[in-house]
């Protein structure tokens, strides 16, 4: 069985993909740091006919986070696909003269060098089998810079950075690296089926080859 592993999982995006993806016969690995709740998460999956599981983590630890991620491998099989799509802290959007280094480098350690360990994590396994996906979620920061958003615009386009010079990198070995950009919450976005519209973009993502950037709407039709 095929093994999904989402970091950021949560009641609703993450939980959204897990059950796309479970309905197409993955086994899910839930990712981030409370494990109560990755546990009652996994639960109702579990009663939905879906096997999932827990494994808490705080993706600014690199060592935490690759941990994480080799469990859910042993326990469910190899990670075939990786979601990456933490939700960024409300410290992160604050105004750009409110941004201090630790700030910057905070922000920095939970996009882009989360990314980069849980991709090390993952990768070597999709590089043997000749196949996998790796999916960033982002908002509209990671393409256009806003100065009430000062956390996520520095650390989003390093973020998206590393995202495509992955997919420049690994397209002729059969893995996709895509990013999906949110440019505002989902619920305003008026999509005719809500979340499951994002869930179902995703799996697209995973199944057909093509740029790495996907607007998930035009940006100007979105709020960060």
Same mark, same amino acid.
């Given at each position: 069985?095929?093994?999904?592993?989402?970091?950021?999982?949560?009641?609703?995006?993450?939980?959204?993909?897990?059950?796309?993806?479970?309905?197409?016969?993955?086994? @899910?690995?839930?990712?981030?740091?409370?494990?109560?709740?990755?546990?009652?998460?996994?639960?109702?999956?579990?009663?939905?006919?879906?096997?999932?599981?827990?494994?808490?983590? =705080?993706?600014?630890?690199? $060592?935490?986070?690759?941990?994480?991620?080799?469990?859910?491998?042993?326990?469910?099989?190899?990670?075939? @696909?990786?979601?990456?799509?933490?939700?960024?802290?409300?410290?992160?959007?604050?105004?750009?003269?409110?941004? $201090?280094?630790?700030?910057?480098?905070?922000?920095?350690?939970?996009?882009?060098?989360?990314?980069?360990?849980?991709?090390?994590?993952?990768?070597?396994?999709?590089?043997?089998?000749?196949?996998?996906?790796?999916?960033?979620?982002?908002?509209? $920061?990671?393409?256009?810079?806003?100065?009430?958003?000062?956390?996520?615009?520095?650390?989003?386009?390093?973020?998206?950075?590393?995202?495509?010079?992955?997919? =420049?990198?690994?397209?002729?070995?059969?893995?996709?690296?895509?990013?999906?950009?949110?440019?505002?919450?989902?619920?305003?976005?008026?999509?005719?089926?809500?979340? =499951?519209? @994002?869930?179902?973009?995703?799996?697209?993502?995973?199944?057909?080859?093509?740029?790495?950037?996907?607007?998930?709407?035009?940006?100007?039709?979105?709020?960060?």
């Amino acid at each position: 069985m095929p093994t999904i592993a989402i970091v950021g999982a949560g009641p609703g995006l993450g939980a959204a993909v897990a059950r796309r993806f479970g309905a197409e016969g993955f086994s @899910v690995g839930l990712v981030s740091r409370d494990q109560a709740r990755l546990d009652e998460l996994a639960a109702r999956l579990e009663e939905e006919g879906v096997t999932a599981r827990g494994y808490a983590a =705080d993706v600014r630890d690199g $060592t935490a986070l690759e941990v994480a991620l080799a469990r859910a491998a042993d326990e469910l099989g190899p990670v075939s @696909v990786l979601q990456y799509s933490p939700l960024p802290a409300r410290e992160y959007l604050k105004p750009v003269l409110d941004l $201090t280094p630790e700030l910057a480098l905070d922000a920095l350690r939970f996009s882009a060098l989360g990314l980069v360990h849980a991709v090390r994590a993952v990768l070597p396994a999709m590089r043997s089998a000749g196949e996998g996906s790796i999916v960033l979620v982002n908002g509209g $920061t990671s393409v256009q810079a806003r100065s009430g958003f000062a956390g996520t615009s520095v650390a989003f386009p390093a973020e998206s950075a590393y995202g495509e010079m992955l997919h =420049d990198a690994l397209q002729d070995e059969g893995i996709r690296v895509a990013q999906l950009v949110i440019p505002g919450a989902i619920p305003k976005l008026r999509l005719e089926n809500g979340i =499951d519209d @994002v869930a179902a973009r995703i799996w697209e993502l995973h199944r057909t080859p093509g740029e790495f950037r996907t607007m998930l709407i035009p940006l100007e039709d979105g709020r960060e």
